[in-house]
């Protein structure tokens, strides 16, 4: 079971969360760059505040990054990534309900002049989500005929950390939905990854032997990945 307490270091929290694995994990998250280690059940707090405490340039580096990010303002003429196309952003005023719709190489979002920067991120994430659900439904078919097995259900969900997930227990399969931005082949290879979690469900050698032969272009595609 996970369990989550906070290691008050000289200079910030640390939010130690332990499981069942075999090594320890630190994160800077955004937006606000929380410091996280993810580590083993056995492991004493010492030994995580002296891991934590020999990577204290690192972890300033990614704090500067982390605060100095800001995201992009939603405008006319701002680019939005569909599955690896550039699409231009398109606000029209408008006294009725909102409406999103690609035109060529331009996205056309219909809405009040009033909204927001909020509010104009959930039009075209509920944009996004539609497309990157119509995509993925196209693709599972043959996702699970490759595979050799089948989701028993699939999700979309915005995820900060993970490209996708499965619960090995019900075959649920999640994606994200940044995928909708990312090139198609990216789909693909996360689908087809999630799926061979119902043969192996750790990412062992037998995992990533199946890959190979399920997808052998997975290590170029996971770079491509990491890389955007």
Request: hydrophobic fraction near 35%; proline fraction near 5%; charged fraction near 30%.
């Amino acid at each position: 079971m996970e369990r989550t307490t906070i290691l008050q270091m000289e200079a910030y929290p640390v939010y130690v969360t332990r499981k069942r694995m075999k090594n320890i994990y630190l994160r800077v998250q955004p937006p606000d760059a929380k410091i996280t280690v993810s580590a083993p059940l056995s492991v004493p707090e010492e030994q995580i505040r002296r891991f934590v405490e020999s990577r204290a340039d690192w972890i300033l580096k990614q704090q500067k990054k982390v605060l100095s990010a800001r995201p992009a303002s939603l405008e006319n003429g701002a680019e939005a990534q569909y599955f690896g196309r550039a699409l231009a952003l398109s606000f029209v005023p408008t006294t009725g309900r909102t409406k999103v719709e690609r035109l060529g190489d331009t996205l056309r979002i219909s809405m009040k002049p009033e909204a927001d920067d909020q509010a104009r991120k959930k039009a075209v994430d509920g944009w996004y989500r539609a497309e990157l659900q119509r995509a993925a439904q196209e693709l599972l078919p043959e996702c699970e005929r490759i595979v050799g097995k089948r989701a028993g259900e699939l999700r979309i969900r915005d995820m900060k950390t993970r490209w996708g997930t499965c619960n090995v227990r019900t075959a649920l399969v999640t994606i994200n939905l940044r995928l909708a931005e990312k090139p198609p082949e990216c789909l693909e290879y996360v689908l087809i990854h999630e799926l061979c979690h119902l043969h192996v469900a750790g990412h062992g050698e037998q995992f990533w032997r199946r890959m190979d032969g399920y997808y052998p272009d997975w290590k170029r595609v996971r770079k491509l990945l990491k890389n955007r």
